[in-house]
């Protein structure tokens, strides 16, 4: 397979009159990142399971939520023997203070602080043994509270787990064979009697492979990969039946030119074994490359953004010269009158390895690009550096590109995991131009004053289904109801503006928010009779008008036909 046809153009038709000029004119000029950040400090922690180092986990500044908090899962012998691993990262490593508490954050089981460590190769040691019997095949979460430096803290979370007869040494070797095996053509033919491949599996990029790709895909086609970033196992899940394991690294390869383009690399297996071999039931690889602006990306069609996904977002300022975008997690902003590809945030040094500037547990929402070039955007998730490095929570920055320095206005910390932050943030994370930024999290709608840095709910308790935002996320519509069927009212909000329109159903009726196209919003109405539930308890919201309605409020346009009925939109 050509590695080319698996790339990924993001094509702006804006540039497209300039293409012969500006294709001359593409010096590929790449500052540094434009976002000063310090470098990352805390330590790195595993466990050792199986004789095999695993379950990498990342420091926070704070104690965190251990409900959310669930990267990966600890098997237990039944001795109840555990064996910590600190990469102290160059930090005088003081102790660590473990705490083992019921999954709810409720009922504390024990805690007790280790003050001696071994040395096992670079990474310091420390075996010791749960005191406190717990319920078999009953989750519980480890935290480490790890002391460092001058009276400096972080912590770290793992679920443990004590189930009889559950072994997952030989799991963990196996993941580590199946991607070993991939890099060598003539081994990868060992691995077809695990693979399922059908006309299901994507061969088209290395971003989605799986179980059902080729047997050619899954060894990576013609990209003769090296691995420069050794594997390290997460395990996820663990039980008689199955156990679930991930694994993520970071591997190089040559293009047409021969120079050397990097990807990171995230695989998931999920696995049974009968009669002492492993079978393999499931497994994702998604590869996506590290955008670099001296690898020739410029083509006739646009910027070649290598493999990534094909909803890479991007946003141009008003005149179309500028653009900026998101590449697997760094923000890039090319400048068509400066001929300049500039790195305006990232947490990745050039050329370092180091896999806490790896660590891909945050996203950037670009919120708008100006007529200069200037870029307001948030970055939200775990901060693998900085000066917020192991905490996670939303900040905002200010790209000033005439300056080429992108400045922190406000940062908004959480207590939850990025996954739970994530999928609250995809939906709000706005900031206008009269620099407020509003969020919705843990159900409430909430505005952050930039300027005072201080934090008003607008509405608490909007259930998701009754939370609707436009695409720029300029716009959004609560319905004031506990679900999506039962609202009488809907309320409209221009986070620009401030402005607010009101929705009401007539009696007998109900009212529901169907979302916006660009700024307009669009609203059903159904009658009390017709909101039912069909045969097999799924609930039909039966529609007899639609309308979709200004920003100022006038009627765009109304459907509404006797004898017929809308059940949803796309």
Request: hydrophobic fraction near 35%; charged fraction near 25%; proline fraction near 2%.
């Amino acid at each position: 397979m050509n590695k080319r046809a698996a790339r990924i153009l993001i094509l702006f038709l804006v540039f497209a009159a300039s293409v012969g000029v500006f294709t001359h004119l593409m010096s590929h000029e790449t500052t540094e990142n434009a976002t000063d950040l310090d470098a990352a400090s805390l330590p790195v922690l595993y466990m050792k399971t199986a004789d095999m180092t695993v379950n990498r986990m990342y420091g926070y500044r704070q104690e965190m939520n251990g409900v959310t908090t669930r990267e990966n899962l600890t098997p237990l012998p039944m001795d109840r023997s555990l064996t910590l691993e600190i990469d102290a990262k160059g930090q005088k490593i003081k102790n660590v203070t473990y705490t083992v508490e019921s999954t709810d954050g409720g009922a504390l089981i024990e805690n007790s602080v280790l003050k001696s460590f071994d040395e096992d190769g670079s990474y310091l040691k420390a075996d010791f043994q749960l005191e406190t019997a717990i319920l078999m095949n009953q989750e519980y979460t480890l935290k480490l509270e790890v002391g460092y430096g001058d009276g400096q803290s972080a912590w770290y979370y793992t679920r443990i787990v004590q189930r009889n007869g559950v072994e997952v040494g030989d799991y963990l070797a196996y993941t580590q064979m199946f991607a070993q095996t991939c890099l060598d053509k003539t081994q990868a033919e060992a691995l077809v009697p695990q693979l399922e491949p059908d006309e299901t599996g994507d061969n088209s990029s290395f971003l989605n492979v799986n179980i059902h790709s080729s047997l050619d895909q899954i060894s990576w086609g013609s990209l003769a990969p090296t691995i420069v970033q050794q594997p390290v196992q997460q395990i996820k899940e663990a039980n008689e039946t199955t156990t679930s394991i991930t694994q993520e690294y970071m591997i190089s390869a040559q293009d047409e030119n021969g120079q050397t383009e990097y990807y990171t690399v995230s695989e998931f297996y999920r696995m049974r074994e009968s009669d002492g071999e492993i079978i393999l039931l499931d497994f994702e690889r998604s590869a996506q490359q590290i955008f670099d602006p001296e690898l020739g990306v410029l083509t006739k069609s646009g910027i070649n953004l290598g493999v990534t996904g094909e909803d890479t977002e991007y946003v141009t300022n008003t005149a179309g010269d500028i653009v900026a975008f998101v590449v697997n997690g760094d923000l890039w902003c090319y400048n068509r009158s400066a001929n300049k590809t500039i790195r305006v945030f990232s947490f990745r040094e050039n050329g370092s390895m180091d896999e806490r500037e790896q660590h891909g547990e945050h996203d950037v929402n670009i919120v708008r690009v100006d007529d200069a070039g200037d870029v307001t955007f948030v970055v939200y998730g775990y901060m693998n550096r900085g000066n917020h490095e192991g905490e996670v929570g939303a900040a905002v920055y200010y790209y000033r590109a005439e300056r080429n320095v992108a400045t922190e206005e406000i940062f908004v910390p959480a207590d939850i995991s990025y996954e739970m932050l994530k999928k609250q943030l995809d939906r709000l994370s706005y900031v206008n131009k009269q620099r407020e930024m509003y969020l919705y999290l843990n159900e409430n709608l909430c505005k952050v004053d930039i300027e005072t840095g201080t934090t008003t709910v607008v509405r608490e308790s909007i259930p998701e289904d009754c939370f609707v935002v436009s695409e720029s996320q300029e716009s959004i519509a609560w319905m004031d109801a506990d679900n999506a069927s039962s609202a009488m009212n809907i309320t409209v909000m221009n986070l620009e503006s401030g402005e607010t329109q009101r929705f009401a159903a007539d009696d007998g009726q109900k009212i529901r928010a169907l979302g916006f196209i660009n700024e307009d919003f669009v609203y059903g109405m159904a009658n009390d009779s017709d909101i039912l539930k069909d045969i097999s308890g799924n609930e039909v919201f039966a529609m007899h008008t639609v309308r979709i309605v200004s920003i100022d409020g006038n009627v765009k346009k109304e459907y509404h036909q006797d004898g017929y009925y809308v059940t949803g939109v796309s």
